[in-house]
């Protein structure tokens, strides 16, 4: 398999986590969607990150259905997901708050970096900060109950993708996030940075 994407975006980070933490092996093309935008058209014309070429040259798009496929590839064993349908639930909320939260961020980032100033619309800025500031918020009520991880003894898909998040936010929005309000989410990041997998694939 071949992950095409850079590390700086955090969709393309939580996969290529992802499948390294369930041992399935894939190489990793790190092209962006502006720099290397022709290049990249060559493997998929969408021009979507991340994209993943399956083993049988299959081209997917979006970290959601990428990693619904990974975990079909996946030993026993090696799932991301609780067992229960209970945590299966909260996890499916947990990261749907930090995808939001990422989501939150780069709409932040474009409106910054790629909206003249005087096309910037504040009221809608001011929304998008308070809609990342209230996942923020809920991921560390959620955080704050990990215990190392926020299901038990083993890192799964909603620590590696808060985490990510968080990691993300900081980097590009450090103004979006008020770090001493959220211990949890900083000592979840901290737990996780350490974690082999992603220091293989670090925000860069």
């Known amino acids: 398999m071949k992950l095409i994407g850079m590390l700086d975006s955090p ?8 499948l390294a933490m369930q041992d399935l092996p894939f190489t990793h093309a790190p092209l962006s969607v502006f720099s ?4 990249f058209a060559k493997i998929n014309p969408v021009v979507k990150a991340p994209t993943l070429v399956t083993a049988e040259g ?9 990693l619904e496929h990974a975990a079909l590839l996946a030993a026993p064993g090696r799932s991301l997901a609780p067992d229960s349908a209970e945590d299966h639930a909260r996890a499916q909320r ?9 989501e939150k961020s780069v709409q932040i980032v474009y409106e910054h970096n790629l909206r003249p100033a005087e096309k910037q619309h504040a ?6 900060r308070g809609q990342l500031a209230a996942a923020y918020r809920l991921l560390e009520e959620e955080a704050a109950k990990a ?45 996780a940075e350490a974690l082999e997998a992603f220091q293989a694939y670090p925000y860069a």
Not at 123 to 128: E, F, G, Y
């Open 36 to 39: 290397n935008f022709d290049e």
């Open 94 to 102: 947990i990261i749907g708050l930090a995808l939001a939260a990422c």
């Open 58 to 66: 299959t081209v997917l798009m979006d970290s959601g259905l990428i």
């Open 147 to 191: 215990d190392p991880w926020l299901f038990g003894d083993s890192p799964l898909q909603a620590d590696i993708t808060s985490a990510v998040a968080f990691r993300f936010t900081r980097e590009m929005v450090p103004d979006g996030l008020d770090v001493p309000a959220l211990p949890g989410l900083a000592a979840l990041s901290a737990r």
């Open 123 to 128: 009221p809608w800025l001011d929304r998008v």
């Open 11 to 18: 969709y393309v980070r939580r996969v290529a986590i992802s």
